[in-house]
């Protein structure tokens, strides 16, 4: 089974600085999707960034982007110029592209933003 | 557009009730499914659907069935509640078109439930 790792249950960053969540996976596919969905404390999930596997680019949707290593099994997270609203909870997620069933997502890390 | 809606909020049930959570959406979205969120724990997927009258079962199906009878809407109902059901629930909807980056696309504010 596919498993998806947080290792930082808890980041922090100062307000305009840049910050890195990590992720690493487990998987014996070729083809997959991940995710990076944000919790704030309303608890609404809220999709951020997405990318395919077999997609090279690294995807980039404004102040956030992705550093996708293949081989490594690694998805981080990059927040730039961070704000206050970027406080949250983070989760990233994996889906297997064969199963249906198969959308894995990681234990989350609370990042704390400070003025 | 509303978006995913949940009802309701919050809920206690005694255990061995049973109940329904409501999830509707009126984006049109062929794919709609439900998860569980436990402290410490990243979601897990309970049932999801690809459209009205296919149902299919995730990582977590025990004690929980759903149905799809319309596009808009995916109940999820507890025949007998558990204490170990006590979470919260999530519904999730998006596009089957352009595949699995779609599918998870939105989330509705989540249901706390309590069994008591």
């Known amino acids: 089974a596919q498993t998806v790792t947080q290792s930082q249950p808890e980041m922090s960053v100062q307000e305009a600085e840049t910050v890195t969540l990590s992720c690493t996976y487990d998987?014996?596919?070729?083809?997959?999707?991940l995710f990076w969905y944000k919790q704030p404390p309303s608890r609404q999930m809220i999709l951020v960034i997405r990318?395919?596997?077999?997609?090279?680019q690294n995807a980039t949707e404004n102040r956030f982007s992705v550093n996708f290593q293949k081989a490594a099994k690694s998805f981080s997270l990059k927040i730039s110029d961070s704000q206050l609203g970027d406080a949250a909870m983070y989760f990233c997620?994996?889906?297997?592209?064969?199963?249906?069933?198969?959308?894995?997502f990681g234990a989350g890390t609370r990042l704390t933003v400070k003025p | 557009n509303a978006g995913v809606t949940q009802t309701p909020k919050f809920q206690v049930l005694k255990t061995g009730q049973s109940m329904t959570l409501q999830c509707a959406q009126d984006?049109?979205?062929?794919?709609m499914s439900w998860y569980r969120q436990d402290p410490g724990m990243g979601l897990r997927l309970i049932h999801y659907s690809v459209g009205a009258g296919i149902t299919d079962q995730g990582e977590v199906p025990n004690g929980y069935n759903v149905s799809r009878s319309t596009t808009e809407d995916f109940p999820l109902r507890l025949l007998s509640a558990a204490p170990s059901q006590t979470s919260v629930y999530f519904c999730a909807s998006g596009k089957i078109n352009g595949g699995p980056l779609n599918t998870e696309a939105f989330f509705g504010q989540g249901t706390r439930l309590t069994v008591v």
């Open positions: 984006m049109n979205h062929e794919y």
């Open positions: 990318q395919e596997a077999y997609k090279q």
């Open positions: 997620a994996y889906r297997s592209s064969y199963n249906n069933n198969d959308m894995r």
């Open positions: 998987t014996s596919e070729s083809d997959y999707y």
